[in-house]
C-alpha cells in the first residue's frame, strides 16, 4: 500500500492541498504521509463496517476531491476492488456502468444522489450505497457514522486479480472499464520510477490531475516513497494556481496537456508562480510545442526541462522525449519520442497495404507489461484490439528511420485530404498567441473545420486567421466559441466526436 509504504520512509514529508476533504474536513488542507496512511487506514476500518469485503467491486462516484484517492487506497487495503467513476459522468452512464459491475457497492456524496441519481434505481444496481455526507435516500448508509470502526489487517492479492478498474474517456458511447492488476500496474509504474529516479532533488511536487485517472496513483506511487512534498491541486483555474504557486513555489508540476495551455497566462503573471519549476510533466496527450516554450521561459531555475510522454490509460506511458529552453520552441508536436528501453515496444502496421509515412499513416500498435488486463465484462471488444502481444493503441503515426513515434491523430479523427489535425493545430497555435485553443474536426460535409477559443473571448481578427492558415487552404471557416463550451474528459482532453455533432446539430446560419 503506496501511502503505508511511503509513510515507513518518510513519515513527516508534507502534502499540501487546495481543498478540503469532504470525507474528513477537520484534517485541514495541510497533513503528512503519516497522516495520509492513518486516514487511510481509518477510511479502510469503515468500508469493513459497511460490509465491504475482498474482491467485491467498490465503483466510486462523488464530487472531484483528493479524498477519492484516499477511498480508492483504503478499499484495496482490505482487497476490494475501487472501480473509479468520474464526476462529470451524467446519471444514466453511471447507472449503465454500475449494471455492468453487477451490483457493486457505491461510495456517493449527497450532490449526486439528490442531482445525477436522483433517477437512478440504485436499490437493483447496487450492494450498499454509502454517503459521504448529505442527508441521502433511505436505506444509505453514513460513511461519517462509522467513524471509530475498529482497524483492519491490510489484505494482499495476489499479482494477477483486479486491483483497480478506471474508465476510458467514453467519446462514444458507454465508456469502457480498464481493469489494472497488480503486476499491470507494477509494469507501468517501472518507467516512470526510472525516469523519476534521474532527479536528485528533493522537489516539490504539484500535481493537477484527475483525481479518478491511474495517472494520479501512479504519480504519487513513485513521489510519496521518494519523500518529495506533495501538492495536490483541484482548481485548476489559472489565477488560484497563481496564488497558490506564488505560496508553495514547485520545482516539479504535472497536469494535462489542456491545462498547461490554459496556464501559459501564469507566464506573466507578476506573483512569478512558475520561476521556481525545474521540471515539467505531461502524460495524456502530445504537447503543443509554442506552449511547451512559453512555460519552460517563465522559469528562473538553470536548465529547466520538459518531460513529454504518451501513452493512454490502457498502456501507461509507452514512450517519452524531453524538452529545454533551447530546442522546445522547434520542436515537431508530432514527434513524441522513443520507446522506454527494454520496458515498452513500438511498431507500426499498414492502414492500407502502404509502407506506413506521414502520406499514408499506419496503426500504432505497443508492448508493455503495463497494459490493463481487460475491458470488465467487454472481453470481446478488448481481444478486438490485440494481435498476440501487440495492442493497438487507436492512433495513427508512423516511425522515422532513428525509430521516433510520429503520431498524427486517432484513428477515429482522421479527415480525408487532411494529413494531421493535431499538425495543423500545433502550426497555427504557434503563429496566433492570441487562440487559447484550436480544434480541428469533420464538418457537417466532412470538410476540416477549425474551432477556435481566443484569449478572454476576444473576437478572432480574421485578417490574421487567413495569413495564419495560408499553409492549409482545404480548411473551412473558423467556429468561434468559449474555452468553456467545449466538451471534455475527465483528463481536460476535448471530445471532438461530442463537439462535431453538437455543431452539425446547430441551426444553419444565414449566409
Given at each position: 500500500m503506496v501511502p503505508e509504504e511511503a509513510a515507513a520512509r518518510h513519515p513527516h514529508s508534507p502534502i499540501t492541498l487546495d481543498h478540503d476533504l469532504d470525507i474528513a474536513p477537520e484534517t485541514g488542507r495541510?497533513?503528512?504521509?503519516?497522516?495520509?496512511?492513518?486516514?487511510?487506514?481509518?477510511?479502510?476500518?469503515?468500508?469493513?463496517?459497511?460490509?465491504?469485503?475482498?474482491?467485491?467491486?467498490?465503483?466510486?462516484?462523488?464530487?472531484?476531491?483528493?479524498?477519492?484517492?484516499?477511498?480508492?487506497?483504503?478499499?484495496?487495503?482490505?482487497?476490494?476492488?475501487?472501480?473509479?467513476?468520474?464526476?462529470?459522468?451524467?446519471?444514466?452512464?453511471?447507472?449503465?456502468?454500475?449494471?455492468?459491475?453487477?451490483?457493486?457497492?457505491?461510495?456517493?456524496?449527497?450532490?449526486?444522489?439528490?442531482?445525477?441519481?436522483?433517477?437512478?434505481?440504485?436499490?437493483?444496481?447496487?450492494?450498499?450505497?454509502?454517503?459521504?455526507?448529505?442527508?441521502g435516500r433511505p436505506g444509505t448508509v453514513s460513511l461519517e457514522e462509522l467513524a471509530g470502526s475498529p482497524r483492519r489487517r491490510p489484505v494482499k492479492p495476489a499479482p494477477d486479480t483486479p486491483a483497480l478498474m478506471t474508465h476510458t474517456s467514453g467519446t462514444t458511447g458507454i465508456?469502457?472499464?480498464?481493469?489494472?492488476?497488480?503486476?499491470?500496474?507494477?509494469?507501468?509504474?517501472?518507467p516512470q520510477a526510472m525516469l523519476a529516479g534521474l532527479i536528485r532533488e528533493r522537489e516539490t511536487y504539484a500535481v493537477h490531475v484527475s483525481f479518478v485517472h491511474s495517472r494520479m496513483y501512479m504519480a504519487l506511487a513513485v513521489v510519496l516513497p521518494k519523500g518529495m512534498p506533495a501538492v495536490i491541486v483541484d482548481d485548476g483555474r489559472p489565477e488560484h494556481v497563481a496564488e497558490l504557486f506564488a505560496k508553495v513555489r514547485p520545482g516539479f508540476v504535472e497536469t494535462h496537456p489542456n491545462s498547461y495551455m490554459e496556464w501559459e497566462e501564469l507566464v506573466d503573471h507578476p506573483?512569478?508562480?512558475?520561476?521556481?519549476?525545474?521540471y515539467f510533466s505531461g502524460t495524456f496527450d502530445a504537447i503543443h510545442p509554442p506552449t511547451m516554450h512559453r512555460l519552460l521561459s517563465a522559469s528562473r531555475r538553470r536548465n529547466p526541462l520538459f518531460f513529454q510522454f504518451y501513452g493512454q490509460s490502457e498502456c501507461g506511458p509507452l514512450v517519452c522525449r524531453w524538452y529545454s529552453r533551447k530546442n522546445a520552441h522547434k520542436a515537431n508536436g508530432r514527434c513524441l519520442g522513443y520507446p522506454v528501453p527494454g520496458m515498452t515496444h513500438v511498431r507500426v502496421v499498414?492502414?492500407?497495404?502502404?509502407?506506413?509515412?506521414?502520406?499514408?499513416?499506419?496503426?500504432?500498435?505497443?508492448?508493455?507489461?503495463?497494459?490493463?488486463?481487460?475491458?470488465?465484462?467487454?472481453?470481446?471488444?478488448?481481444?478486438?484490439?490485440?494481435?498476440?502481444?501487440?495492442?493497438?493503441?487507436?492512433?495513427?503515426?508512423?516511425?522515422?528511420?532513428?525509430?521516433?513515434?510520429?503520431?498524427?491523430?486517432?484513428?477515429?479523427?482522421?479527415?480525408?485530404?487532411?494529413?494531421?489535425?493535431?499538425?495543423i493545430e500545433d502550426t497555427v497555435l504557434g503563429r496566433l498567441e492570441e487562440l487559447s485553443?484550436?480544434?480541428?474536426?469533420?464538418?457537417?460535409?466532412?470538410?476540416?473545420?477549425?474551432?477556435?477559443?481566443?484569449?478572454?473571448?476576444?473576437?478572432?481578427?480574421?485578417?490574421?486567421?487567413?495569413?495564419?492558415?495560408?499553409?492549409?487552404?482545404?480548411?473551412?471557416?473558423?467556429?468561434?466559441?468559449?474555452?468553456?463550451?467545449?466538451?471534455?474528459?475527465?483528463?481536460?482532453?476535448?471530445?471532438?466526436?461530442?463537439?462535431?455533432?453538437?455543431?452539425?446539430?446547430?441551426?444553419?446560419?444565414?449566409?
Open positions: 495541510h497533513l503528512t504521509v503519516a497522516e495520509l496512511a492513518d486516514l487511510v487506514d481509518e477510511m479502510a476500518g469503515r468500508l469493513w463496517a459497511a460490509g465491504i469485503r475482498p474482491r467485491d467491486h467498490l465503483a466510486l462516484y462523488k464530487a472531484h476531491n483528493f479524498d477519492i484517492y484516499v477511498l480508492a487506497c483504503a478499499a484495496a487495503r482490505i482487497g476490494a476492488t475501487p472501480a473509479l467513476l468520474s464526476p462529470a459522468l451524467d446519471g444514466a452512464t453511471v447507472g449503465a456502468l454500475l449494471a455492468r459491475l453487477d451490483r457493486p457497492h457505491l461510495i456517493t456524496d449527497g450532490g449526486k444522489l439528490s442531482g445525477e441519481l436522483a433517477g437512478v434505481a440504485l436499490r437493483d444496481l447496487t450492494s450498499t450505497v454509502v454517503r459521504v455526507g448529505g442527508s465508456p469502457k472499464l480498464v481493469v489494472h492488476t497488480a503486476r499491470s500496474l507494477h509494469g507501468r509504474l517501472r506573483l512569478r508562480p512558475l520561476s521556481n519549476v525545474k499498414p492502414r492500407d497495404g502502404q509502407r506506413p509515412s506521414k502520406k499514408t499513416p499506419g496503426f500504432i500498435e505497443v508492448q508493455t507489461d503495463g497494459r490493463a488486463v481487460n475491458y470488465y465484462a467487454e472481453d470481446e471488444r478488448y481481444q478486438k484490439e490485440l494481435d498476440g502481444k501487440w495492442w493497438r493503441t487507436g492512433d495513427v503515426g508512423y516511425r522515422t528511420r532513428t525509430g521516433c513515434v510520429h503520431l498524427l491523430d486517432r484513428a477515429v479523427d482522421v479527415i480525408p485530404n487532411v494529413d494531421s489535425t493535431l499538425e485553443e484550436l480544434v480541428v474536426i469533420p464538418g457537417p460535409r466532412k470538410e476540416p473545420l477549425p474551432v477556435v477559443c481566443t484569449r478572454d473571448n476576444a473576437p478572432l481578427d480574421m485578417e490574421r486567421w487567413r495569413r495564419a492558415v495560408t499553409d492549409f487552404p482545404q480548411l473551412a471557416e473558423p467556429v468561434q466559441m468559449p474555452l468553456s463550451g467545449l466538451p471534455r474528459t475527465a483528463t481536460m482532453k476535448v471530445q471532438r466526436i461530442e463537439l462535431a455533432r453538437r455543431l452539425a446539430e446547430r441551426p444553419e446560419r444565414p449566409a
